[in-house]
C-alpha cells in the first residue's frame, strides 16, 4: 500500500504517553502512504450509574484535553518532522468513536496492552471491538514492539483458498511495501476425537499437497502484478491459531481476514482472529470487510469536541503556540 492517499492513518491514544510502538508503526505507514498521521483520543462520560456523579462534563472535558495535547508533544518530540501530525478529540463512546472515525481513514492502528486474561475479561478489549467493526483495515500493535529484522517477512492466514484472494492480495501490497517475502499460512484441524480419526482415515500429507495446489492457484491469480515479491506456501495439520501466533515470533507483519458482517451488531471475528489479536507477537493487520456490508451503521452518536486548545492540533515540527 504505497501509492498516494491523502486519507489519514488514525492512530488512537488512550492516554499521553503509552503509545510508542504503535506511533512507530504508524508514522511509517503514513509515510509510505504519502498522508498524515491523525492522533485521536476517544473519551466517555457516563451519565448513570454509581460513577456518575463522581465526574462532570467540565472536569472530563478538561482532562481529556491535557491528555490529548500532551499526547501530541510526545509523539511531535519521537517523530519530529517526520510526518505531518493533527489531532481529534471524541467525546462519546470509546470503540463506537473510532469505528466511525475510521470511515474517513485507510487505516487505523491500535496499540494492544499487555492484559492479564481476567483484566482483558473485565475491561473488555478495545482493540478487538475496533478490529471487530472498523470500516477500514485495523492494525493492532503488541506493546514494546520493534522492527528489527534484516530479512523481512510478511505471513498471511488463508482459511478457506477459494475466499483468500482479497487478502491475499492485501498481504502482497503489504509485503512488497516492505520489501518482505510472503509466507501463505494454511493449516487444518478439527477438535477432539474427530481431529484423530480424520488424520488416521484420509492421512496428512494427501490433503496437504491437494490444499497446497489449491492454494497455488489462488496465489498465481493474486500474484499478477507482484511477481517481485517472493511467496512461499506452507501447509500442514495443527490449530490455526497456534500456528499464526508462531509465525508471528518471526514476521514483520501477520495479515489475517475478519467475517464479512451480515448485521450491525454482535462480533464479526472468528475464534482464531480474535486468538492472534491477543496473542502475536508482530503487528497484525485485520482487513476490512466489502465495503457493500461493513460495521455499525446510522449516525454517529459520539460529539467532536470543538474547543481543542491550539497546542493539541498542529503539525510536526510545526509552531506551537
Not at 476425537?193 to 492457484?217: N, P
Request: hydrophobic fraction near 40%; charged fraction near 20%; proline fraction near 6%.
Amino acid at each position: 500500500m504505497t501509492d498516494h492517499d491523502e486519507r489519514p492513518v488514525l492512530l488512537a491514544v488512550s492516554d499521553d504517553r503509552h503509545f510508542d510502538s504503535a506511533l512507530r508503526f504508524a508514522a511509517r505507514e503514513a509515510t509510505s502512504r504519502g498522508s498524515g498521521l491523525e492522533l485521536m483520543h476517544a473519551y466517555h462520560v457516563t451519565t448513570t450509574g454509581p460513577g456518575a456523579p463522581l465526574v462532570s462534563f467540565a472536569t472530563a472535558d478538561t482532562v481529556a484535553h491535557e491528555t490529548l495535547r500532551l499526547a501530541v508533544e510526545h509523539a511531535s518530540n519521537i517523530l519530529g518532522g517526520q510526518v505531518k501530525l493533527t489531532s481529534t478529540l471524541i467525546r462519546g463512546p470509546i470503540v463506537r468513536s473510532i469505528v466511525e472515525a475510521s470511515a474517513g481513514c485507510r487505516l487505523v492502528v491500535l496499540q494492544r496492552r499487555d492484559l492479564t486474561r481476567l483484566s482483558r475479561v473485565v475491561a473488555r478489549s478495545t482493540s478487538t471491538a475496533v478490529a471487530a467493526h472498523a470500516h477500514a483495515p485495523v492494525a493492532v500493535v503488541p506493546e514494546g514492539w520493534e522492527s528489527t529484522r534484516a530479512e523481512a517477512v510478511v505471513s498471511v492466514g488463508v482459511d478457506v483458498p477459494g475466499r483468500g484472494a482479497a487478502i491475499l492480495r492485501q498481504a502482497l501490497l503489504e509485503a512488497r511495501a516492505r520489501r518482505a517475502s510472503l509466507r501463505v499460512l494454511h493449516t487444518w484441524w478439527s477438535p477432539g476425537y474427530f481431529d484423530d480419526v480424520d488424520m488416521d482415515r484420509f492421512g496428512s500429507s494427501t490433503w496437504a499437497v491437494e490444499v497446497a495446489e489449491e492454494i497455488q492457484a489462488i496465489v498465481d491469480k493474486s500474484r499478477v502484478g507482484f511477481e517481485d515479491v517472493e511467496v512461499a506456501i506452507e501447509t500442514h495439520h495443527g490449530r490455526p491459531m497456534d500456528t499464526l501466533v508462531a509465525a508471528s515470533r518471526s514476521s514483520e507483519l501477520l495479515v489475517v481476514g475478519r467475517h464479512d458482517p451480515l448485521v450491525p451488531m454482535g462480533s464479526h471475528l472468528g475464534p482464531v482472529a480474535r486468538a492472534v489479536l491477543h496473542s502475536a507477537e508482530c503487528p497484525v493487520l485485520l482487513v476490512a470487510p466489502s465495503v457493500a456490508r461493513r460495521g455499525w451503521h446510522g449516525r454517529p452518536r459520539h460529539t467532536t469536541v470543538p474547543d481543542i486548545p491550539p497546542a493539541a492540533r498542529h503539525p510536526v515540527g510545526g509552531d506551537r503556540p
